[in-house]
């Protein structure tokens, strides 16, 4: 395959292909972020602070205390903000290296005698969807071989809820089968230079392409 993705890239292509074509490929829309971006950042880097070194949170974000502390005095290893690269050979590599083919970022692992809890903290809306922790256990699951049961969990920041959910690595297979069909199309999509219309929920306010009948801007 000749492009590299991620979770993100892998939502926008099935949310729109178009889209994803004018963000990623022709690159004709700017990156342009917003208050709830601005903010997600800035949350999680005040919990990869909290967890990593100990600095205390900032008063509006202190009723987080609780859940973050019950992460970090967990037992085992504890690895806050890993940027975590494959190659298509599922081998580790440097997140910016030419051979790079998948990339996750995992807001906080805790590694402990074969087992890993993966974390994502989540400032926005709530979703059921496990697919990005399952890619993140998948790459980390490359870099340290030994850890074959994880336990994923998504912490919402909006009601302060960890919804978790086991993954082994028997189930790689059954996540990889929901991968590859998006993949493909992608690299169809790259093959024919054809990026289909997809009218969705984000046409009307939130899609920078504005040459789209559908954009509503
Ligand atoms: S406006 Fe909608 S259909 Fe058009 S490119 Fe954007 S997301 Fe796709």
Known sequence: MSFAWSYSALSLYKT???KYWAEKVAKVVPFKSNDAAEYGKMVHKKFENYLMKGSPLPLDL?????VLKKLRDATGEGMP????????D?????YFDKDV?????IDYAKV???RALVVDHKTGRRYDDFLQLELSAIALHTYLPDVEQFT??????KDKKITPQPLSTADFPRVWAKVHPVLDR?????ATDSWPLKQNFLCEKYCGYKDCPYNGK
């Open 16 to 18: 729109c292909p178009r």
């Open 62 to 66: 202190k009723h987080h205390e609780k």
């Open 81 to 88: 903000e890993q940027k975590l690269a494959l190659t298509e």
């Open 90 to 94: 599922l081998e580790p590599t440097g």
């Open 101 to 105: 083919w998948f990339r996750c970022v």
């Open 112 to 114: 402990n005698d074969g």
């Open 152 to 157: 994923l969990a998504y912490y919402w920041t």
């Open 186 to 190: 992608i690299e169809n999509s790259y």
